[in-house]
């Protein structure tokens, strides 16, 4: 075992031992620790990670603000927490600075959250101007069926006999039905055209004789 992996072995077991019983702390790995401020569920409430380079802790450790948890948390308290643990940690290389830095959050978690939202105020924000946006292209005006319309024959003859876009009447619009037009008045044998009936022979004269 190096040098490097004794001083972390060595780390490991004093935080494990601090933190006994502590349900905001949380090993999640031999070089990778959590602790967790404020209230579960609540805005003011945020997970701090740490994990150890292989150098560490000639190096600083790794800050992490970029947790599920801290899907609440605005960018610019992640930014603040980081920013101020990292400046923390640089005084302290060379040495076991994990429980150290856990606890400078601690002391200054009042002034790292002040910028944070007393609720979740943000998050709904964001989710009603989503709603305001997407919700007039996804909305769309129901359309009624068009009903068709039952023409009557004079209301059909009606259309028939108006002009087309260019002003003239349709082909044919003056057309009749011939063989209607001859049913009606197709030709009758007239009474010139009868044969008159045949006579009847006159009687046959009486003889003198």
Do not use: C
Request: net charge negative; charged share 30%; hydrophobic share 30%.
């Amino acid at each position: 075992m190096s040098e490097t992996e004794q001083e972390q072995e060595e780390e490991r077991e004093v935080l494990l031992s601090i933190y006994d019983g502590d349900p905001a702390f949380k090993q999640l790995s031999p070089t990778k620790f959590q602790y967790k401020y404020g209230e579960d569920e609540s805005p003011k409430s945020f997970l701090l990670e740490i994990s150890w380079g292989t150098s560490y802790p000639a190096e600083k450790p790794a800050v992490n603000m970029d947790t599920f948890y801290n899907k609440h948390v605005i960018p610019e308290v992640k930014e603040r927490v980081v920013s101020q643990v990292n400046a923390e940690a640089e005084q302290y290389l060379g040495t076991a600075m994990t429980y150290t830095l856990f606890e400078f959050v601690k002391e200054k978690l009042d002034e790292l959250l002040a910028a944070q939202p007393n609720n979740f105020v943000t998050e709904v924000t964001d989710s009603v101007e989503r709603i305001t946006i997407s919700g007039p292209q996804e909305i769309e005006p129901s359309k009624k069926p068009v009903k068709k319309e039952q023409l009557s024959k004079a209301q059909k003859r009606k259309q028939w006999d108006r002009v087309d876009g260019k002003g003239d009447r349709p082909r044919g619009w003056d057309w009749v039905d011939v063989v209607k037009h001859l049913s009606q008045t197709g030709s009758k044998q007239s009474p010139e055209h009868e044969l008159p009936a045949s006579p009847s022979p006159p009687p046959p004269l009486p003889s003198l004789g």
